[in-house]
């Protein structure tokens, strides 16, 4: 089995996990980035406030997503990235719950995506202070990026799982959380209520 993954980072506009305003996205293919894409996202109504703290962090602006595609009109676009893909995020309980969350209030079906967290993988194969992601990806050999742009935060992520993987010889994804006593997350199972007869 490859070493086949899609790295994915999103940023949002708000507090709000529906707040997606960019994402960005790196195909691995056999421990290879083989394509990368990256666009701003209009976000959902009623979830499309910029707050000031947002804006410092990643200095996206409403007035940049104003004719930018909605997350209806890019859902397919991204889906279609991702493919059936282990996703793999720095702190992907936050992407996942981002992908999730902005398809939900947009009454849209998202993929049954698993994933991996370079964060924990971060943890467990490097010495560091901080798992900070500038800084793990640095022990990965991938210093100096444009932190909190989505598509270079997810090719920073990418990184870390490919260095991961060399440095513990796993051959994919799968090998690679078992040996480090991590697994790849599971889709959380959707509860469907039965009418009452």
């Not at 996990?17 to 293919?29: E, F, Q, Y």
């Not at 104003?66 to 059936?84: I, K, M």
């Not at 793999?88 to 998202?110: I, P, Y």
Request: proline share 6%.
């Amino acid at each position: 089995m490859p070493l086949d993954f899609t790295a994915i980072d999103f940023e949002t506009a708000n507090s709000s996990p529906a707040s997606a305003c960019s994402v960005g996205l790196v195909r691995v293919r056999d421990g290879q980035v083989v394509a990368t894409a990256g666009w701003l996202i209009r976000p959902p109504a009623g979830h499309d406030e910029f707050q000031e703290w947002n804006i410092k962090i990643h200095g996206i602006r409403p007035q940049d997503v104003a004719n930018a595609a909605t997350w209806p009109e890019q859902f397919d676009r991204l889906c279609g990235f991702a493919g059936a893909d282990v996703l793999v995020a720095h702190n992907a309980g936050f992407d996942l719950k981002v992908l999730r969350t902005a398809s939900q209030v947009t009454e849209l079906d998202c993929p049954p995506y698993r994933s991996l967290c370079s964060l924990q993988v971060a943890r467990k194969v490097y010495d560091l202070d901080s798992y900070r992601l500038p800084i793990a990806a640095a022990a990965a050999g991938f210093a100096e990026f444009s932190h909190h742009d989505a598509l270079a935060d997810a090719r920073a992520c990418a990184q870390i799982v490919i260095d991961s993987a060399r440095r513990t010889g796993s051959a994919d994804v799968d090998a690679l959380a078992s040996g480090l006593s991590l697994r790849v997350t599971e889709p959380p199972v959707a509860v469907v209520h039965e009418q009452a007869a």
